[in-house]
């Protein structure tokens, strides 16, 4: 059973072992987001596009970073309409504005979608192209201009990631763009970008990271190093993100959740998802359910069927974490791990099913799902139509 999709992951593994996966210069700590800016200033570069969210802009947290740069000599062009899941129409008015302004580089400041949004653009802006035409692996044929990353959610690792999700809003669907010309070439951690991210976006968007690292833990990619990087994460995110949920402007919480982002970025950029991100994103493209918070909601499912095959990997990552009792066997620490994940819901506000979900488009989310996992994400356990069935079922609402 699935012995082409195994084989297409035997590939990918190869290949990810040959392909040299860029990775960021990297500034952490309070206020890198300016030490970055004077990076910028430093390289000489004269024309900027800052690309962010509406939010972000009325608010004024980016506010610092324009005065920086533009107080180095550097023109900034802002382009501030990127929305939650960019879709194409959004990708191309970014695209339109760095060909009028000329721009000689570009700076992401936002969560995962703004980050995307502008790698996508980016990659389009070089290549002249639309969006479409990247989707899948390594279409990117070039950058163009440097590109650089504060991400203000911890988060989508998006800033250490080979990956880009657009959203086509007419087939109401999730693609990812994967090249490794996609990876920034600085980043800042800035914990003071996150001090103002609400409690419930804190929540997904930490569950999104918990996920990666997971997800990339359990992978059959899974290697010493991924396995070092998703440990960490999971060990930093169990400690810090229920205090970054209470206690929002407390800024180690911020950081350790930040670089733990990064971390299971890097993880997962290397060993890949699994099923959580393949249902998760179909809830994404058809209800517009945020990626962290379907995340979220799923993973626990997805980890209980995925028993007993991942009992000896969970026991790891909870005897990592200090999750459970260190003496007990593999299969209660699994046990105990997954239980700890459905506690951090709770005490999140998380629910245990999808609001949106409909039994109607239970077909499509299955179809999709079980086409964009099989072959692409190294999962340890391969998920029948029967399963997911199954597991779409829990996640309906009573
Ligand atoms: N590229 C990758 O590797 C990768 C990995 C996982 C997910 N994704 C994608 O990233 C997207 C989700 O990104 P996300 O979870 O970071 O959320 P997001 O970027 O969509 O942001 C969610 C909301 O939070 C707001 N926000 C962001 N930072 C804020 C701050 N500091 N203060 C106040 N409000 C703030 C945004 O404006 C937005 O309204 C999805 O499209 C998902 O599929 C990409
Ligand atoms: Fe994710």
Known sequence: MHTISRLRIAGLGIASRIIPFPTPKVF????????????IIKSGIK????????????????DLILRTLRSGGVKVDVFHQVEPDPGYETIQAGVKRLRETNAQ???????????????????????DCHPSKLIGLFKVRKMGVPFYAAPTTAGTGSEVTVAAVVTDKVA??????????????????????????????????????????????????ATAETDALAMSAVAAIVANLPTAYRKGKDLKARE?????????????????????????????????????????????????????????????????????????????????FIARIRKMNRDMGIPETIAELRREDFETIIDRALKEAHGTYAVPVYFSFTDCHDLLMKLLAK
């Open 172 to 221: 109401r669907q999730k693609h990812a763009i994967i090249d490794p010309k996609l990876v920034p070439s600085m980043v800042a951690l800035d914990p003071k970008l996150m001090v103002g991210l609400p409690p419930d976006i804190t929540a997904a968007t930490g569950m999104d990271a918990l996920t990666h690292a997971v997800e990339a833990y359990v992978s059959t990619l």
């Open 28 to 39: 952490v700590g309070a206020d890198s987001s300016l030490t970055l800016s004077r990076e």
């Open 256 to 336: 350790n959740m930040a670089q733990a982002s990064y971390d299971a970025g890097l993880a997962f950029t290397r060993s890949g998802v699994g099923y959580v991100h393949a249902i998760s994103h179909q809830l994404g493209g058809l209800y517009h359910v945020p990626h962290g918070f379907a995340n979220a909601v799923v993973m626990p499912y997805v980890l209980d069927r995925s028993m007993p095959k991942i009992a000896r990997r969970l026991a790891e990552l909870a005897r990592g974490a200090g999750v459970g009792t260190i003496a007990s066997d593999d299969q209660t620490l699994a046990e105990q």
């Open 47 to 62: 024309r900027l596009t800052l690309i962010t969210s509406a939010g972000m802009y009325k608010r004024g947290e980016v």
């Open 105 to 127: 580089a570009v700076f992401a400041v936002g969560g995962g979608s703004s980050i995307d949004g502008a790698k996508t653009m980016v990659a389009c802006y070089a290549n």
